[in-house]
């Protein structure tokens, strides 16, 4: 049966997400490793189907100021995916990759910026991965877009794109071990709701 909204889906629809969601994450821990020079793991994810107001509140202080990186879905599966970037992380893959300190989000030059973007499309590009692979279907993606912002205005974008189909959020929260440090990992995946279909079929979700 067919479902009109994120919220009905099952706790086998929701297992199914959280099995892409560790092998996404494996496959970006495998990618950092090489890009990072470091031993980079990712602990098991967690999927949440939330509302905007308690995805938001999960998330941390809507005043905090992130990065994001988001890029559009196309083909088989349509929708939004964006990954954010927190201080602590941003620094710490920051300092690996261009060997010096981060900085204050609102100080980021270009160099800060095009590093921040490459890792953030690296580990969308490895859930995407992970997503075609189990469900064989064809998923095309966007050039990445960056953004530094509250998160309350960050979030507010992919509603504002996908509010139409559901106001609630398909969340997917790990750590990723760098070096020994354990640093958050937020990615956010919306499909619209004939794509989510889609996935549930070829999953075997009824």
Do not use: W
């Not at 999927?47 to 088989?76: M, T, W």
Request: hydrophobic fraction near 50%; proline fraction near 3%; charged fraction near 20%.
């Amino acid at each position: 049966m067919a479902i009109n909204k994120y919220d009905e889906m099952n706790e086998l629809g929701i297992d199914m997400m959280r099995e892409i969601g560790s092998i996404g994450g494996g496959n970006a821990a495998t990618a950092l490793s090489s890009i990072l020079n470091a031993q980079v793991n990712m602990e098991l994810p967690r999927v949440e189907v939330l509302g905007f107001n308690a995805a938001l509140k999960s998330l941390g202080d809507p005043e905090d100021v992130v990065a994001a990186i988001f890029v559009e879905l196309s083909g088989e599966i349509e929708g939004v995916m964006l990954f954010i970037a927190d201080t602590e992380f941003s620094h710490a893959v920051l300092a690996r990759m261009i060997g010096r300190p981060g900085t204050d989000f609102l100080e980021l030059d270009e160099i800060d910026s095009s590093a921040l973007t490459e890792i953030g499309n690296i580990v969308i590009a490895s859930y995407v991965t992970a997503l075609s692979t189990l469900t064989n279907v064809k998923v095309e993606l966007s050039v990445p877009q960056f953004g530094v912002n509250m998160l309350g205005g960050i979030m507010s974008l992919p509603m504002a794109m996908m509010g139409q189909y559901s106001d609630r959020i398909m969340m997917i929260k790990g750590k990723f071990k760098i070096g020994g440090q354990a640093l958050n990992s937020h990615m956010l995946l919306l499909p619209d709701v004939k794509s989510l279909n889609v996935l549930m079929k070829k999953l075997g979700v009824e």
